[in-house]
């Protein structure tokens, strides 16, 4: 069984669990609840690298949200034919591959059609070739399989297919995403030395532009909460631009849910819980952090 590994055919598909362990009960404080709930990463390796002997499976600590049930987003009665899917990669598990739902059978099988990066400039040319990871600009078909383990997959995706049949996967207005902290395109000259990444996270606040990019406003997470995050300024500024040459920027789509106001007396509207699935396990230690009372008051007070 072969996947994609940025825009190219290599290795076996292979699985990496992901188990969630229950931090907290939904919507309640001061719960403790052991809930174990194992999701599967897809995991590929460079054909290179592939031994004979099986690694031992990768297991990740995955926290429950607070509010909202991202499981129930991708349950089998979600899938079906003419769907675009993000899957985890093997780089660090984050949602980075891309898939195309062919079929799907009872019990869960899915045939899929792969994506490929299709790289536009020389920049893009030498960022594929280096093997780093790559989830935003145009895919195109690659080669078909066919997978079993419903925990692979981590969300769908929403675009539409252009005329030369290709997909232009960009974040759209509204999504949440992850940023590489410190990123430089000059990574691609050194590759085996940008192998593992910290993040930032941003809403987008408009659809991509060729002429202009990406506006988004910087997301800092709440403290007391397991993955509550709320728009913030940055040095100084509400919201910032990323240039249409600066696409590889972007890591990935992080699931989310904006909240109503009505979830808890300290979380006003606006905020957004993100898929604890699709974020770095040493999420405390990469991320500024704010009270989310002290913040929560003082827009109270401003209002």
């Known amino acids: 069984m072969e996947a994609v590994v940025d825009g190219n055919i290599n290795g076996s598909l292979e699985s990496v669990s992901k188990e969630k362990h229950a931090m907290h009960n939904k919507g309640k404080e001061d719960s403790s609840v052991s809930k174990e709930n194992k999701k599967a990463e897809s995991s590929n390796r460079i054909a290179e690298e592939v031994s004979e002997q099986q690694p031992e499976p990768v297991v990740h600590f995955v926290a429950d949200p607070d509010f909202y049930d991202f499981d129930g987003d991708k349950g089998e009665e979600c899938f079906a034919s003419d769907q675009m899917w993000a899957i985890y990669d093997d780089t660090d598990g984050m949602p980075r591959f891309y898939a195309w739902i062919n079929k799907v059978y009872l019990p869960f099988k899915v045939d899929v059609t792969w994506l490929e990066f299709i790289a536009g400039d020389i920049d893009e040319t030498a960022w594929k070739r280096s093997g780093l990871p790559v989830s935003c600009g145009k895919f195109k078909y690659e080669k078909t399989d066919t997978i079993e383990d419903i925990g692979t ?64 406003s910087h997301l ?76 929560y008051a003082k827009e109270e007070k401003n209002s």
């Open 153 to 216: 997959f981590s969300h769908k995706i929403f675009q539409k297919r252009s005329v030369n049949k290709s997909y232009n996967i960009y974040p759209q207005k509204g999504e949440t995403w992850a940023l590489y902290k410190n990123w430089n395109l000059k990574w691609s000259s050194d590759p085996d030395n940008h192998r593992e990444y910290e993040y930032e996270f941003v809403v987008v606040l408009s659809d991509y532009s060729k002429q202009s990019g990406i506006l988004v």
């Open 220 to 295: 800092v997470k709440l403290k007391g909460f397991v993955c509550l995050f709320k728009p913030t300024q940055k040095n100084g500024m509400a919201s910032f631009q990323i240039p249409s040459n600066e696409m590889l920027r972007f890591s990935h789509m992080v699931p989310s849910f904006r909240t109503n106001g009505k979830e808890r007396e300290d979380v006003p509207e606006g905020y957004f819980e993100l898929d604890t699935c699709s974020l770095p396990s040493n999420l405390e230690e990469m991320s500024e952090t704010v009270d989310g009372k002290a913040s």
